[in-house]
Antibody, heavy 116, light 110 residues
Framework: EVQLVESGGGLVQPGGSLRLSCAASRFDFSGYWMHWVRQAPGKGLVWVSSIHSYGIGTVYADSVKGRFTISRDNAKNVLYLQMSSLRPEDTAVYYC?????????WGQGTLVTVSS | QAVVTQEPSLTVSPGGTVTLTCGSS?????????PYWYQQKPGQAPRTLIYDTTNKQSWTPARFSGSLLGGKAALTLSGAQPEDEADYYC??????????FGGGTKLTVL
């Protein structure tokens, strides 16, 4: 069974940075697109970013472009999301998801709170 | 950016049938939008039910089915069970590999 485990969430001040990680197992990580999707408290799902299976292409939502960077380490089976210039509206649970090509298996999420 | 629309809420009786729809601000939804459907229960991560319009995951109950209906993507639940009460989200693919989620439908089984 596909396993995705996010980590790295927490409380950060506005303007700060945070790096999320997603450890993948039980599937051929390097063969799949990977995604980050977020969900603000009490709100719906919002796609954030995607990365090609070999990392040669990345796509971002307009709301995070220039502030967030998605990357992956296929040797370690880990997906990352480097977040900088964080804003209160970035507060959300962040899910990583395997893509085929769109999200089909999901992690349990990690909560990011941006507040002073 | 395209806007994907869903009914905010629907109610179905136990054993009844309900259809949730997923529309696009750009026009008719086609198989080229590769519609996905997700179920999310309170406090849980989303779970994929349907991909590429009609295809089910191995864990998708047979009572769920996906289709295109009236220019929209549709998720039909036939024989609703109490455990089907959840939020349901659709996702559509657009050019540039930027998928867009709908706002979600809160389904009540009552």
């Amino acid at each position: 069974e596909v396993q995705l485990v996010e980590s790295g969430g927490g409380l950060v001040q506005p303007g700060g940075s945070l790096r999320l990680s997603c450890a993948a197992s039980r599937f051929d990580f390097s063969g799949y697109w990977m995604h980050w999707v977020r969900q603000a408290p009490g709100k719906g799902l919002v796609w954030v970013s995607s990365i090609h299976s070999y990392g040669i292409g990345t796509v971002y939502a307009d709301s995070v472009k220039g502030r967030f960077t998605i990357s992956r380490d296929n040797a370690k089976n880990v997906l990352y999301l480097q977040m900088s210039s964080l804003r209160p509206e970035d507060t959300a649970v962040y899910y990583c998801a395997r893509g085929d090509p769109y999200p089909d298996h999901w992690g349990q999420g990690t909560l990011v709170t941006v507040s002073s | 950016q395209a806007v994907v629309t869903q009914e905010p809420s629907l109610t179905v009786s136990p054993g009844g049938t309900v259809t949730l729809t997923c529309g696009s601000s750009t026009g008719v939804v086609t198989s080229g939008h590769y519609p996905y459907w997700y179920q999310q229960k309170p406090g849980q991560a989303p779970r994929t039910l349907i991909y590429d319009t009609t295809n089910k995951q191995s864990w998708t109950p047979a009572r769920f089915s996906g289709s295109l209906l009236g220019g929209k993507a549709a998720l039909t639940l036939s024989g609703a069970q109490p455990e089907d009460e959840a939020d349901y989200y659709c996702l559509l693919s657009y050019s540039g590999a930027r998928p867009v989620f709908g706002g979600g439908t809160k389904l009540t089984v009552l």
